[in-house]
């Protein structure tokens, strides 16, 4: 590979879905060119076979992500990973999502055929005033919850929070959790789309009830559950024109840099992973706005950004 590939920012075309509670959004606000209703994710930066980005610009353009990654692991710093590790998505819900659960890693090697498992965090772009979601559960025992789910008792079950704008969500595998309407959330997680879907609201799609993963849900649903405050990180008066560090677990590590007229960082990871939330500018001289997805390249160095814009950004461990 010559040197200055290794100089080129990749900027991704995603992949929108629909859903039954998505809404319009992803379109207009964030210029996605997807018909329809319902829009309700954008998998901005993804490799997964579900949803494969494209590379549109560049020395690489038209390779999907996962060729990439396959065929260039030096552009991400060689990771002793099978596949590309994230996906960085942006959901758009104007009705409440399914209440859910995600395995670990070693539940889903056994039961979801070799898949990864699904750590999450989710980042509140945007929400109504009165917005809360779903995080956690009341059951103090595993004969609880199996007790509580068996007689339908959601309400006295089901654990809602209030959010804000600017709110960070950890969802750790066995965490009860769910989106409820008017949230739009940039949502980074492990490559994969193993849900275990434990409650729907009794709602039909196409005359029918969306299945349901009961048996699998009790298996992995933690018990008790953490507190919302281990959860909930406000992230208020962050430095900015710098590179914030947010959170960091063993699957991913997440920043946020906030741009008001010019900053410069230093690329020194794997690789970093870039979502434009909100304005426009330039990074090293290529225009972006919001709704823009892009990599910056291992061993890439200093990059330089002018303008007003808010990202989130996201790396693995070496």
């Known amino acids: 590979m010559k040197e200055n590939q290794l100089r080129e920012l990749l900027f991704l075309d995603p992949v929108c879905t629909h859903n039954i509670w998505g809404g319009t959004?992803?379109?207009?606000?964030?210029?996605?060119?997807?018909?329809?209703?319902?829009?309700?994710?954008?998998?901005?930066?993804?490799?997964?076979?579900?949803?494969?980005?494209?590379?549109?610009?560049?020395?690489?353009?038209?390779?999907?992500?996962?060729?990439?990654?396959?065929?260039?692991?030096?552009?991400?710093g060689n990771l002793p990973y099978d596949r590309y590790p994230l996906l960085t998505k942006i959901i758009d819900a104007q009705d409440d999502l399914s209440i859910q659960v995600h395995p670990d890693d070693a539940y889903a090697q056994v039961h979801e055929n070799g898949s990864l498992g699904k750590t999450e965090c989710w980042f509140i772009c945007d929400c109504s005033e009165d917005a809360t979601l779903v995080i956690g559960h009341n059951a103090r025992t595993k004969e609880e919850l199996e007790e509580m789910v068996k007689e339908g008792k959601w309400t006295e079950l089901i654990r809602e929070i209030p959010i804000h704008k600017g709110d960070f969500i950890q969802i750790d595998p066995g965490t009860v959790h769910a989106i409820k309407a008017g949230s739009l959330i940039l949502e980074t997680q492990q490559n994969s789309a193993i849900t275990y879907r434990l409650y729907d609201y009794g709602r039909l799609q196409n005359g029918k009830s969306r299945e349901l993963h009961i048996d699998k849900s009790l298996d992995v649903i933690t018990v008790p559950a953490k507190s919302a405050k281990e959860c909930v990180k406000s992230i208020d008066g962050l430095k900015e024109n710098a590179l914030n560090q947010i959170y960091t677990c063993d699957k991913y590590t997440i920043f946020k840099l906030d741009i008001d007229g010019k900053a410069e960082i230093n690329q020194s990871y794997p690789f970093l992973a870039a979502s434009v939330l909100e304005g426009n500018g330039t990074v090293d001289g290529v225009e972006v706005r919001r709704g823009d997805h892009f990599i910056i390249p291992n061993g890439y160095g200093k990059v330089e950004m002018k303008g007003m814009l808010h990202l989130i950004l996201s790396t693995v461990e070496a």
């Not at 309700?40 to 993804?46: D, L, P």
């Not at 690489?60 to 065929?71: I, R």
């Open 25 to 76: 959004r992803l379109r207009e606000e964030f210029g996605y060119p997807v018909e329809g209703d319902g829009i309700g994710e954008c998998w901005g930066i993804s490799a997964h076979p579900e949803g494969d980005g494209t590379v549109r610009n560049g020395s690489f353009q038209g390779e999907k992500l996962s060729t990439l990654w396959a065929k260039h692991p030096e552009l991400f």
